[in-house]
Structure formats: C-alpha cells, structure tokens
C-alpha cells in the first residue's frame, strides 16, 4: 500500500522518540536474546473455542522454545484493539503500549496501516516468514487488495465452505438433489425450505463475509468491488445486493427477524437440528465438529459452482509495543511447520496453512496430510476457486448499510 506523503512526518516522529530494540536490526538471534523473558500480550478474537485452545497451545511453545510468556487478551472485536492504539497514540504513549500483537486484516489494518499504527516493516525478518514462499503465493503479502509491506505476517487462510446435512437435502453430486450451489440458487432453496437457514447479524465477520459473497455473485461487474467505495456509486453498486436479502431474509431461521451472533453459533444451530444449511469461513471446521460430535455425521461440505470468497489472516505489532521481540518470536513460531501443522489438525482447529506445503522438506510435507477418511472434509481440489477480497472500505460501507437498512430502531 503507498503510504500518503503527509503520514511521512508522524511516521518519522515515531521513529526519533522510539528506543531501539534488537527487534529493529537483522541479527535475529539477538532479538531472540531480547525476547527472553518478556510478556507478550496477544490481542485476539476470542469467539471460538478452538482458536483459544490453539492460542493456549502456542503460549507453551512459546514459554518452552524462548522464554515469552505469551498472554492472550480476549476480545469480540479486533476494533477494540485498533481503537486502544489509537488513543494511545493520541495521548502521546510513543513507546509503551499495552499490545504487542494483534490477530487482524481487512479493514482493520487498513485502518491502523492509515493512522500509522502499526510497526515495521518486520514479517520478512521473520526466519519461518521464507517458507510461505510469497513469490509464488502473493495471498500472503496482500491483504483486501493492499500490499502488507511487512507490516502483517500471515498465519491462517480462511474460505467460505457451505456445510449441510446429507440426509435432508440428499446427496450433493446428485444433478436434481443436494444444496444449492449459487447464491441464486440459494434463494430459491431457502424459499422452498423456510427457516431452514440463515447467516450471523452484521457486523459478524462471518455474516459480512457472506454479504460480499452474495454480492460479487450478484453484480454485473465487480471491478469497483476492487477500488474505494468512494470510487464509485456504492448505493447503485449494491442494490441488487439489498434486493437480493429483501426477498431472502423472510425464509430465513426466524423468519430474518432475528440473527445468530457468531459463526460458532451458526454451527450450533446446525447441530441442534435447526438449520439443514449454514456456512463457515474455515474450511475444515465441519470435519472438525464432526469429529468432536457436534454435528452429525450425516453433514458434508461443499463451495459454491462459481467459488467462494477466501483471504490469509494475519498477526501485526502495534508501533508502540514496548516488547517487540518477543511479539516476534512469537510471530515467527506461528509460522513454523510445527505450529501450522498443529492448527491444521482437525482435532486442534483445521485452520489451513499459509505455507507453501510442496516446497516444504520432505518430513514437514508429511506433517500436513489430509484426513480424507473424515466424509464431512472437503476434497483436496475443492478450493481452487478462490474469489478475492474487495477492497476493505467495502466491508465497513456494507456494515454500516446492512445495519441502517434491517436493524430494527
């Protein structure tokens, strides 16, 4: 991303009142050395069981491998992080802030990339960083169509997977059975099958997730979907999107008057038999509540015909962390063979990896087999068709339109 001319002069600020850390040099051994020893908070979303098993998992590694103790702050939302840095910023805290580590993309660093909130760059510093080979992959250095510039280092991907149960809707490779498999396709299904589905209240990731879904497939031409909103008419843009939930939302669980908060909470309502279709945004996560009997084991995934929206999830430092070092040596370890292959497991949390698995050594290719045993797991090739994020101002201008439009006052 170009960083605008006028952000020149708080970015140099920063840099003259800021001490020096071996964080900022090449030698990583001496910011292993500075790490030791140092509390790293970890500001993250703390919605979901497993990424907080995971996280705790990584916190030992962490006290084993480099003596961090890595604490993990728990939030609903990342903005409450980015809004802490911010005030502090504004009340002149240069150089001891409360977060050394924050779980964040789109809009949110966007957002902090803008205020020159964050530090770096750093993510090609890391060691492990080499082995997402961002050359061939440059998902993980491009995050809602902005460059990173080593501002982020990736350690997830997430897509939309659409999971259901079999025995309901029937068997999905079946031309006349099965769910539907476009998001028209949707709306017809879920008016022939009323409160059979629904999707998490804005502004929910998941559910917004879904609502640029709905509208990249609905749009005759997505190109301004890829610019800022500002760049276009957005009430023209999306009208076919509100048309579309307009008709949809009294099919929906509760007749659309009411939402699940969460993407969790969507797969409960899958596993207490109230819905016979929802979606996620990790692709294993049905294998994996399966697996844990929290869903059925009649429940299969699939992505739509035309491909579903995907992005890589990040970690960032916040330009006041006092402990850097250890914020990357943490950083560093969540891009280790091990600590991927561990989230992968379908039993830790079944996030897919960021690395580029067949460059890997043959030994660390092996940690990442897939459990195609599970019938619920996707296939291998199912998610080749990856649709890209729109730029990021569209996720908050859809938020912020979703809200106006259906929250009732």
């Known amino acids: 991303m170009t960083r605008r001319p006028l952000a020149l002069l708080p970015a140099l600020a920063l840099t003259l009142t800021a001490p020096l850390h071996a964080a900022d040099t090449d030698d990583w ?16 979303w703390a919605g979901d069981s497993r990424t907080n098993r995971y996280i705790e998992w990584v916190a030992q590694r962490v006290a084993e491998e480099h003596d961090v103790t890595l604490v993990h702050v728990k939030l609903d939302d990342t ?16 150089d001891d802030g409360s977060i050394d580590l924050i779980w964040i993309n789109g809009e949110n660093f966007a957002a902090m990339q803008e205020a020159n909130l964050l530090y770096g760059p750093f993510a090609e510093r890391l060691p492990n960083f080499a082995l997402t080979h961002p050359e061939h992959n440059p ?25 259901y149960d079999s025995e309901e809707l029937g068997d999905s490779t079946e031309l006349d059975a099965g769910p539907p498999r476009s998001i028209e396709a949707l709306l017809t299904w879920a008016e022939a099958n009323p409160g059979r589905f629904t999707y998490p209240r804005i502004p929910d990731f998941t559910g917004s997730t879904f609502l640029k879904q709905a509208l990249i497939a609905l749009v005759d031409d997505t190109a301004p979907l890829y610019a800022p909103t500002a760049e276009s008419d957005f009430d023209a843009v999306t009208a076919p999107l509100w048309e579309y939930l307009d008709a949809l939302h009294p099919h929906l669980w509760r007749s659309g008057r009411q939402f699940p908060a969460t993407g969790p909470e969507l797969r409960r309502l899958m596993g207490d038999g109230e819905l016979s279709l929802a979606f996620t945004f990790y ?18 995934s699939y992505v739509l015909d035309a491909g579903t929206l995907g992005n890589v999830h990040f970690v960032a430092i916040p330009f006041n962390s006092p402990r850097r070092a250890g914020a990357m040596a943490v950083a560093d370890f969540l891009l280790s063979p091990e600590a991927q292959a561990h989230k992968q497991e379908l039993a830790v ?18 940690r990442f087999a897939i459990d195609e045993e599970n019938p619920a797991m996707l296939p291998a090739d199912a998610l080749e068709k ?15 339109a979703w809200r106006e439009r259906y929250v009732r006052r």
């Open 283 to 300: 692709p294993s996560e049905p294998a994996a509540a399966v697996a844990d009997f929290e869903l059925p084991e009649s429940v299969r």
């Open 139 to 163: 998902e993980v250095v491009t995050d809602f169509t902005l460059p990173t510039e080593g501002y982020e280092s990736p350690w997830g991907k997430a897509q939309i997977t659409f999971y």
């Open 29 to 44: 051994e001496a910011v292993l050395e500075e790490a030791r020893g140092q509390t790293v908070y970890w500001n993250a």
């Open 349 to 366: 949390w079944g996030d897919r990896t960021v690395l580029d698995v067949a460059r890997l050594p043959e030994a660390d290719r092996a």
């Open 386 to 400: 990856t649709l890209a994020e729109p730029h990021p101002s569209w996720m908050t201008a859809l938020q912020e």
């Open 79 to 94: 903005s409450a992080a980015v809004s802490r840095v911010l005030a502090e910023k504004s009340a002149g805290n240069l």
